[in-house]
C-alpha cells in the first residue's frame, strides 16, 4: 500500500524531516562545524566544508522542497529541489546568474523594490541583463513582451505593494511553449495559500525572512524547484558565489515554519476583516485585497489562492487614505499597536509607506504609473487581537 501523503498542517511540522540518528532529538541540531573529518581524501560522511553541505540546512532545504511540493527526491542526506540562502535577494541574485550577458527577462512590473533596484540597476549595469516590465496580470501581455532573448519570466502574485495576481497555469502554460524558465516569488502567499510549481512553475522564490521565519528576527531567502537540471546548476552557483544561509538562521526559519500553518489562518482571518472594516471607512479611498468581491481579480484569487481548501486573501492590505502625503503621514505617526516598519509577515503588525520606504528605488514616474502614491499605505496584519488592530487603526485615523 502506498504510503499516503502528508497534508500542510502536517508537512510544516515533519515535511523532510526526521529524528537526529545520534542523538534522537527531534529538531534538527544547530551544526555550526565549518568542517568535517575525512576517513580518506575525499572520502566523508556527506559533508566537507559547511559553504557547501550543512545539516541544519539541508533540513531546511528539505522542508521546503516538501512543502512547495517539489517531485526531485533527496541523495543521501540533501535535498535537491530546495535551496537556503542569506537573503531572499541572495537567492535572486544567484538564480539571475543563470542568465548570460544580454540576456532578456519579462518581469511583472509591480515588483518588490529591492527586486527592481536588483535587475535593473546591478545587474542591468555588470551583466548587461535586460528587463521589461509588463502588466501580467493579462497573460496575453506576457507574449508581445518576449523576445528571441527572453530567458527568464519573473512575477509576484500576489504583488508587492499592490497585490495584483499572475495567472499561474496561463504563464506557465507560455513559459513551457516558449521554452522559457518561470519563476514565481511566493513570498506572500506561502507555500500554504498557493503552489506555485504544482501550477507549472519552474523554480519558486521566498524571502525567508516574512511569513516562514514570522517573528521578524531573521534574514533568509529559499528557492525551490522540481527541474532536476535547475537543482544541479542553482546548487553548483550556490556552493561557487558562497550566499548561504548560516546554521542557526537556518534553525530559526525551520523553528518558524513549525507554525506557519496556524499563524497563517490567523494572518488571514484577520486580513479579511480589516480589509472589509477598512473599505467601509469614510477616510479610506480604496482598499485592494484580494479577499475582497471589489479586487479587480477576486476570482482568480478564489481559484488560486486557498489554506484548508478554502479560499483566502492573504495577509497584505493595501490601502489609500483620503487626501496626499500629509494625510497618510499623519496617519502612519498615530498608530501604536502597528509598528511603523520595513518588511512584513511577522506574529506583529506592521505598517509603511511604500513609495517613500520598501519602493524608493523605483522612480517616481513608475511608482505614479503602479498606483505607488504617496496616500498608500502597506499593511502587514499580524495575529493580535482584531478587535485590538482595528480600534488603533480607527484613533490613527482620526489623526487624518
Given at each position: 500500500?502506498?504510503e ?10 515533519h515535511?523532510?524531516?526526521h529524528p ?5 532529538a527531534?529538531?534538527?541540531?544547530v551544526?555550526?562545524a565549518?568542517?568535517?573529518?575525512q576517513r ?13 553541505q550543512?545539516p541544519?540546512?539541508?533540513a531546511?532545504e528539505r ?10 527526491t533527496?541523495?543521501?542526506d ?7 540562502f542569506?537573503?531572499?535577494l541572495?537567492?535572486t ?12 527577462v519579462?518581469a ?5 523594490g529591492g527586486t ?5 540597476d546591478?545587474?542591468?549595469r555588470?551583466?548587461?541583463?535586460r ?8 497573460a496575453r ?17 500576489p ?6 495576481l499572475?495567472?499561474l ?17 511566493n513570498?506572500f ?12 512553475f519552474?523554480?519558486v522564490m521566498?524571502?525567508?525572512?516574512k ?9 533568509g531567502?529559499?528557492l525551490?524547484?522540481?527541474r532536476?537540471?535547475?537543482a ?14 548560516s546554521?542557526?538562521?537556518s ?11 496556524v499563524?497563517m489562518r490567523q ?6 476583516r480589516i ?14 485585497f484580494?479577499?475582497?468581491?471589489s479586487?479587480?481579480q477576486?476570482?482568480l484569487a ?6 484548508d ?14 487626501g496626499g502625503?500629509e ?8 498608530v ?5 516598519a520595513?518588511?512584513l509577515?511577522?506574529?506583529?503588525s ?7 520606504m520598501t519602493?524608493a ?7 505614479a504609473?503602479?498606483?505607488i ?17 482595528i480600534a ?8 487624518v
Amino acid at each position: 500500500m502506498p504510503e499516503r501523503k502528508l497534508r500542510p498542517w502536517s508537512l510544516v511540522i515533519h515535511g523532510g524531516q526526521h529524528p537526529d540518528p545520534a542523538t534522537g532529538a527531534v529538531m534538527p541540531p544547530v551544526t555550526l562545524a565549518s568542517t568535517y573529518a575525512q576517513r580518506s581524501p575525499g572520502v566523508h560522511q556527506g559533508y566537507e566544508y559547511s559553504r557547501s553541505q550543512n545539516p541544519t540546512r539541508h533540513a531546511l532545504e528539505r522542508c521546503m522542497a516538501s512543502l512547495e511540493g517539489s517531485t526531485l527526491t533527496p541523495e543521501e542526506d540533501v535535498c535537491r529541489g530546495g535551496l537556503a540562502f542569506a537573503s531572499g535577494l541572495a537567492a535572486t541574485a544567484t538564480l539571475l546568474e543563470l542568465l548570460d550577458s544580454g540576456d532578456h527577462v519579462v518581469a511583472m512590473d509591480d515588483l518588490y523594490g529591492g527586486t527592481y533596484r536588483l535587475m535593473t540597476d546591478v545587474r542591468g549595469r555588470s551583466q548587461g541583463l535586460r528587463v521589461t516590465y509588463v502588466d501580467l496580470t493579462d497573460a496575453r501581455h506576457l507574449e508581445a513582451a518576449i523576445t528571441e532573448k527572453t530567458r527568464a519570466i519573473w512575477i509576484e502574485s500576489p504583488t508587492n505593494p499592490t497585490l495584483k495576481l499572475a495567472d499561474l497555469e496561463a504563464i506557465a502554460a507560455i513559459g513551457k511553449r516558449r521554452g522559457i524558465m518561470t519563476v514565481c516569488d511566493n513570498t506572500f502567499a506561502t507555500p500554504l495559500l498557493q503552489q506555485p510549481l504544482q501550477h507549472g512553475f519552474d523554480v519558486v522564490m521566498h524571502s525567508a525572512t516574512k511569513y516562514l521565519g514570522g517573528h521578524s528576527d531573521l534574514i533568509g531567502g529559499v528557492l525551490v524547484t522540481n527541474r532536476a537540471d535547475l537543482a544541479e546548476r542553482l546548487r553548483y552557483l550556490q556552493r561557487a558565489i558562497g550566499s548561504i544561509l548560516s546554521p542557526f538562521d537556518s534553525y530559526l526559519v525551520l523553528r518558524g515554519i513549525k507554525t506557519l500553518a496556524v499563524r497563517m489562518r490567523q494572518h488571514c482571518e484577520n486580513g479579511q476583516r480589516i480589509a472589509e472594516w477598512l473599505e467601509s471607512h469614510p477616510k479610506v479611498e480604496r482598499v485592494i485585497f484580494p479577499g475582497l468581491p471589489s479586487h479587480p481579480q477576486h476570482e482568480l484569487a478564489r481559484r488560486q489562492m486557498h489554506l484548508d481548501c478554502h479560499p483566502v486573501g492573504g495577509g497584505m492590505i493595501a490601502a489609500y487614505i483620503k487626501g496626499g502625503l500629509e494625510e497618510s503621514r499623519r496617519f502612519l505617526e498615530a498608530v501604536r499597536l502597528f509598528t511603523l516598519a520595513e518588511s512584513l509577515g511577522g506574529v506583529e503588525s506592521l505598517i509603511e509607506h511604500a513609495a517613500i520606504m520598501t519602493h524608493a528605488s523605483v522612480p517616481p514616474e513608475q511608482r505614479a504609473k503602479l498606483g505607488i502614491c504617496d496616500n498608500l499605505v502597506r499593511i502587514s496584519v499580524g495575529i493580535e487581537d482584531c478587535d485590538d488592530l482595528i480600534a488603533d487603526l480607527e484613533r490613527a485615523l482620526e489623526a487624518v
